[in-house]
């Protein structure tokens, strides 16, 4: 079978082509995706190609399909695994496969025949084996490509920790009931981790947001509402830091003093994280969730306070298997929804382009449909484009009648009519 994939042969060097992938192995299964979301993870490996730590060295004469965010249906399935996978279901992957041979090796990363930005895939044994296969239940194919980049907020939210004086044990989590903080918190993962903070079921008592963007931080005000926050028993404040001359009394006054138990920093900016520090209140947790391209990248601590106050830090880089099929339960079930995080739309064809200048496009997730031809189009723009375009014009109405926000009806609309890549 042919497939078109956007491939990666070295540092800047993407490559959109068609190949032929071979008959698969009895361990082995073929899926079609059809929706990937673009991740700035994605960007670092292609700036960086064969210096990053998950491609492989010889990259150049073995490309690899890039994308892990993605989410498909089975077509066929070797005898291995015909007890556990059917043709037609529906799928996402856990990419963090954490194989003993190569603890860095990842779908969208690693494989020559496996990865988001594609047709059509073969899923390897290995992805299998390490229980990293994910049966998908819901109708909208973009929620499971969402599921890994939720796994990895709600990998953060377990991640954090706090003590008790004078015992040994860390209580793996957020505090419930305590202070959190979001810091430059409403790009499309910090609108996931409010959303996750609002609707998990440990919550904070009180929320603070904060950003330097004006337009976003109106924009998630807009889906992540006050009156909403407060019937789940969370008081929700968005600040906007650029306009406040003393930030850090700013933020400590809105908790009376007490400081924060949870901070989390979602820029990797030295700034934002000394912010964060200053922050923190007794036994306060302060979870590092952006990753710096930099990797000299540094911050200055206040460790008078790790001794006295016992603040500590905490680092994650993605989430695990549970964590994904946590995403997709509460997706399924409803009580999250993670299309806040999506304002760009587009195809196999725009995807060379928009990874390599990804941190230059403005606004949060890029959705890509595989199967389709399509340029990159941001979501505020489906009206002004459906003046020429009756595909436009029907999407704008679509997605207008859900707030903005991208949605099942819109991805069937779409799929039914762009034109095929």
């Known amino acids: 079978m042919k497939t078109k994939a956007v491939r990666l ?6 490559r959109l082509e068609e190949f032929e992938l071979p008959p698969i192995k009895d361990d082995e299964i073929l899926a079609q995706i059809i929706s990937d979301s673009i991740c700035m993870s994605s960007y670092k490996a292609a700036i960086q190609g064969e210096d990053h730590k998950r491609v492989p060295k010889d990259v150049s004469q073995n490309p690899v399909i890039i994308g892990h965010e993605f989410c498909g249906i089975i077509l066929e399935v070797g005898d291995k695994w015909k007890h556990k996978f059917k043709p037609g279901m529906k799928f996402s992957i856990q990419p963090a496969l954490n194989l003993k041979e190569n603890p860095y090796a990842a779908p969208g990363y690693s494989f020559k025949y496996i990865g988001g930005s594609a047709t059509h895939i073969i899923i390897p044994n290995e992805v299998m084996e390490q229980g990293c296969l994910l049966e998908y239940n819901g109708d909208a194919f973009f929620y499971g490509s969402l599921s890994e980049p939720m796994s990895c907020i709600i990998g953060a939210f377990k991640a954090n920790y706090h003590t008790e004086s004078g015992k040994y044990e860390h209580k793996m989590g957020i505090k419930e ?3 959190m903080a979001i810091l430059a918190g409403v790009g499309p993962m910090g609108l996931g981790a409010i959303d996750y903070a609002l609707h998990a079921d440990r919550k904070p008592k009180r929320l603070v947001v904060t950003d330097i963007d004006e337009a976003r931080i109106k924009r998630a005000e807009s889906l992540y509402r006050a009156e909403e926050a407060r019937k789940n028993g969370v008081e929700l404040i968005y600040v906007n830091t650029g306009t406040v001359s ?9 908790t009376g003093g007490e400081g924060y138990d949870d901070v989390f920093v979602f820029a990797p900016v030295k700034a934002v994280v000394e912010q964060a520090d200053k922050i923190l209140a ?4 302060l979870n590092f969730f952006a990753g710096p391209t930099n990797p000299n990248f540094s911050a200055e601590l206040n460790f008078y306070n790790v001794h006295y106050n016992s603040t500590h830090i905490v680092g994650t880089s993605g989430g695990n298997t549970e964590d994904m099929i946590d995403a997709l339960r509460l997706m399924s079930e409803g009580r999250i929804n993670p299309a806040s995080m999506i304002t760009h739309i587009g195809g196999l064809d725009c995807v060379v382009e928009t990874t390599l200048h990804l941190p230059e496009i403005p606004g949060g997730k890029k959705l890509i449909y595989t199967n389709i031809s399509m340029e990159l189009t941001a979501i505020s723009d489906f009206r002004k484009k459906g003046e020429t375009s009756p595909l436009f014009a029907a999407l704008a109405d679509i997605v207008e009648k859900n707030n903005g926000l991208w949605c099942l009806e819109a991805e069937r609309y779409l799929l039914e009519n762009a034109d095929k890549i």
């Not at 042969?9 to 993407?14: A, E, F, H, Q, T």
């Not at 007794?282 to 947790?285: I, L, P, S, T, V």
């Open 246 to 254: 003393d930030p850090v009394k700013y933020l400590l006054d809105l």
């Open 9 to 14: 042969y070295g540092k800047n060097d993407l």
């Open 282 to 285: 007794k036994d306060g947790c």
């Open 177 to 179: 009931g305590g202070n």
